[in-house]
């Protein structure tokens, strides 16, 4: 039959000849290409004592950012939320009170914001969905631990430390 | 024999002893380091430099572990198995001749604890023995992964110790006797064997390689089918003796393939070595080319074992009957006809 893509090939097994049958000197070539790699260098990174640096565009731990006066950019508009796919992001918005104006940059603010980071794919969706600049996954790996629930990370874990303290 | 004689004979069986304990100790480290390098990785160096401690805190870790043994094993059995692996390894060690004769003052110190006339039958009897260890080992056990790791094992050993025999026949006809001593005092200076004999050497290497159970054809230790083979049962020093085993007559094997093929404790220009330097550096010097030989070759068994991939076993059968038997005999005739003609 006529193969479709016209890209069909017919491969033949050539039986093997008689140094190939004797084994010994593909033993040879596979001794030499051992004995090369003998005298490179390791590629290991001793982990606890050397840390490999992350790329530019590496995904680590969420963190919320705040502006250039210390205040909280985020407004609680829920679109980083929105364009989760894994569903990971959660929040409760609140207004601002008299007086709160250094601590939250508009009128609404997030009083609950928490991420699953066992649902969490690290896919950079809430960062570019962000209209506030206030979400970016610049963060280090997630640690480990023993409770599904201490993989909730609420605001004390994802907000940014205060400029000044 | 005199008591300062008995007293040197004792003092080379113990240094011996340690020598062949020590060597295989820092072959477990140079396993791993070696095996380290060809994977372009760093191996062991957590304890001490470079790691250098880590065999004695893996002997540490060997003797602190729970000592298991199976309610269903027969237990003497069970603790003979690993015992006797252990003593077949460390006793080849007493004909291979480690240097030639020390002469200091009117004393004479051979460095060879017992030159008897039949060496390398010895040699062959008792590595013979240390299928016991494996076979008993397997079967005290009382698990059938380890019974059958246990069979392959002593088969392999068995099939393999045919064609080791046959390959040493040709070599015997060279040198016309059966010393290990005498064998090396003929390959003075650069005479070795292995001109005489590459084929034998290449037959008997194989064998060595088959009897250590190494890889290519470390099928005793098939954790994939096996579990873990004929030891699949045996916990802490018990199963480091059974590793550790291994380890010396890799030493030994490798001592055996230097002194029958590759000169032993001799080198070329080793004569006049001698005459400069006096009856007693000599002889050391030819010692430590001898044991540059041996980690030569240990170092080889590792490069090979990260080189080639294991032997399906009925590959591995094949091999051994229908390959290395023919050619050995092929080697004998092949010897034979040139002896005859040349002399």
């Known amino acids: 039959m006529e193969s479709l ?5 017919q491969l033949t097994v050539k039986p093997l000849n008689f140094w190939e049958r004797a084994y010994l000197p593909a033993i040879m070539s596979g001794l030499a290409i051992t004995m090369k790699h003998f005298f490179k260098k390791p590629v290991t990174i001793a982990y606890p004592d050397e840390k490999r640096e992350f790329s530019e565009n590496y995904r680590g731990m969420h963190s919320l950012k705040r502006d250039e006066n210390g205040a909280e950019r985020c407004t609680a508009c829920g679109l980083c939320a929105l ?3 894994a569903e990971a992001i959660t929040m409760q918005a609140a207004e601002r009170q008299k007086g709160e104006e250094h601590l939250y940059r508009e009128e609404k603010y997030a009083a ?10 690290f896919c950079g969706l809430c960062e570019e969905a962000c209209p506030k600049e206030a979400i970016y996954l610049d963060g280090d790996i997630i640690p480990s631990d023993y409770l599904r629930k201490d993989f909730i990370y609420g605001k004390d874990k994802l907000v940014e430390a205060p400029l000044n303290q | 024999m005199e008591l300062a004689d008995i007293a040197i004979k004792f003092g080379l069986i113990i240094v011996i002893f340690l020598i062949s304990l020590v060597v295989a100790m820092y072959s477990t480290y140079a396993e791993r380091k070696i095996a380290a390098f060809f994977q372009d990785r760093v191996g062991p160096n957590r304890a001490g430099p470079g790691g250098m401690f880590q065999p004695l805190a893996d002997g540490m870790k060997m003797f602190m572990k729970e000592e298991i043994i199976p309610t269903n094993a027969t237990s003497f059995l069970f603790i003979v198995g690993p015992s006797l692996a252990i003593l077949t390894a460390c006793i080849g060690s007493a004909v291979i001749p480690w240097g030639q004769n020390l002469v200091i003052g009117d004393k004479v110190i051979p460095l ?23 076979m008993i080992g397997g079967w005290a056990s009382n698990n059938k992964y380890s019974l059958l790791g246990a069979i392959r094992a002593a088969s392999q050993n068995i099939s393999y110790e045919i064609s080791m025999g046959l390959s040493i026949i040709a070599l015997l006809m060279v040198t016309q006797t059966l010393s290990l001593g005498e064998i090396a005092a003929q390959q003075h200076g650069w005479h070795w064997n292995v001109l005489y004999q590459p084929v034998g050497f290449l037959l008997f290497m194989v064998c060595a390689f ?31 003796f059974y590793l550790f085993a291994e380890y010396i007559n ?3 094997s490798s001592a055996v393939m ?43 068994f590792m490069w090979v074992r990260w080189t080639i991939p294991r032997f399906r076993y009925d590959q591995l059968m094949d091999l051994g009957w229908k390959v290395l038997i023919p050619l050995a005999i092929a080697n004998i005739v092949v010897t034979g006809i040139v002896i005859t003609f040349l002399n």
């Open chain 2, 258 to 300: 230097a002194t029958l093929y590759w000169g032993g404790y001799n080198y070329p220009g080793m004569d006049w070595v001698a005459a400069h330097v006096g009856p007693v550096i000599g002889p050391l010097i030819g010692t430590a080319v001898f044991f540059a030989k041996i980690f030569l070759f240990i170092f080889f």
């Open chain 2, 210 to 240: 088959a009897e250590t159970n190494r890889t290519p054809f470390d099928l005793p230790e098939c954790e994939t089918e096996l579990v873990g083979g004929y030891h699949t049962e045996y916990s802490s020093m018990k199963l480091g």
């Open chain 1, 5 to 9: 893509s016209n890209k069909k090939k």
């Open chain 1, 112 to 121: 609950v914001y928490e991420i699953n980071m066992l649902r969490c794919i």
């Open chain 2, 250 to 252: 890799m030493f030994i």
């Open chain 1, 83 to 85: 364009s989760c796919p």
């Open chain 2, 112 to 134: 060879q604890v017992t030159d008897i006339n039949v060496g390398i039958l010895y040699i062959f009897g008792v590595v013979s023995l240390g299928v016991y260890g494996v």
